[in-house]
């Protein structure tokens, strides 16, 4: 005769589960919370890598959130720059190593896959998305900071693309290298892993700007007060058009490039800042 379960002993185990399983997502959502803290100030939106633990790791949970709080509402007029920053001595090691080694195949492809679209993602950002690094940015890390449109480091700050030392080469993380860099200075830091110092990176184009750690905050304000002086819809026209020319021939780019700016002649804008120039006074932008 088979034995019947009585309904409050299912109805008190059914209840655990779901009682178990919403304390792991409010966790997890907790916990992804706080990988990154952010702040907006006069349209200055601050992202800061915030697991200092695990290196600030681009492990699946990290890219989720950092596509979230970069690429949400970036069509309000009132962003003008974003900046990616860290805590802890670490700007960000790279993919999580433990992750990738313990997932399937179909986690390890979107894994590499939304870090992927992220690194593309941020051309697509309207304004200006600034990196400061103040310590090591490694493989998936300095993929990272290469992708950003400017990026400014300490002196004490270095770079690698180190994977082979694992066993796992940085292909992808050399897709945004070597499109920074001269060819026999990818070679040497996806061959090598050796560390590049932030004095070599700025000298090779893989950075922006160097200077001595007291100083990187000061840089920073400089730079972004030089982007908050400009138009907002001009950043925006001109950063969409330098990335596209990039990979056309340069006759093309010529043609595309005269054509764009006829029509920012055309921009109120444009109007404005010229108007402005001829008559000595600071312009005043509508950011539209």
């Known amino acids: 005769m088979q034995r019947q379960i009585p309904n409050f002993i299912f109805s008190h ?36 890598l915030n697991n200092p633990k695990r290196r600030n790791a681009l492990s699946s949970a990290m890219l989720d959130k950092l596509r979230k709080d970069v690429f949400d509402d970036v069509q309000n007029t009132n962003l003008r720059c974003v900046i990616l920053r860290s805590n802890g001595p670490v700007f960000s090691s790279g993919h999580d ?106 000298q090779y184009g893989l950075i922006s700007r160097v200077v001595e750690e007291q100083d990187l905050e000061v840089e920073v304000e400089k730079v972004i007060h030089s982007i908050l002086s400009k138009s907002r819809s001009i950043l925006a026209l001109g950063k969409k058009f330098f990335y596209n020319q990039l990979d056309k021939k340069i006759e093309e780019a010529y043609s595309i490039g005269s054509d764009v700016m006829v029509k920012n002649l055309a921009h109120d804008e444009a109007k404005e800042g010229i108007e402005a120039f001829f008559q000595k006074r600071p312009p005043t932008w509508s950011h539209n």
């Not at 959502?29 to 006069?42: A, K, R």
């Not at 992927?116 to 998305?129: A, I």
Request: glycine share 6%.
């Open 97 to 202: 190593l433990k992750e990738l080694s313990q997932s399937d195949e179909k986690t390890k492809e979107d894994i590499f896959r939304k870090c992927s679209e992220f690194m593309v993602g941020l051309r697509n950002v309207p304004v200006p998305v600034i990196a400061v690094v103040n310590g090591l940015a490694a493989a998936a890390g300095c993929q990272l900071i290469a992708s950003c449109d400017i990026t400014i480091a300490s002196t004490k700050s270095e770079f690698s693309t180190p994977g082979a030392s694992v066993g796992l080469f940085c292909s992808t993380p050399g897709v945004a290298v070597s499109r920074n860099v001269p060819l026999k200075i990818a070679s040497y830091m996806l061959f090598t892993g050796n560390n590049l110092s932030a004095k070599d990176a700025v």
């Open 13 to 48: 185990s059914l209840f655990r589960r779901t009682e178990l399983l919403s304390s792991f997502l409010v966790r997890r959502c907790s916990n992804q919370e706080h990988l990154t803290v952010i702040s907006m100030n006069n349209g200055v939106k601050q992202i800061t």
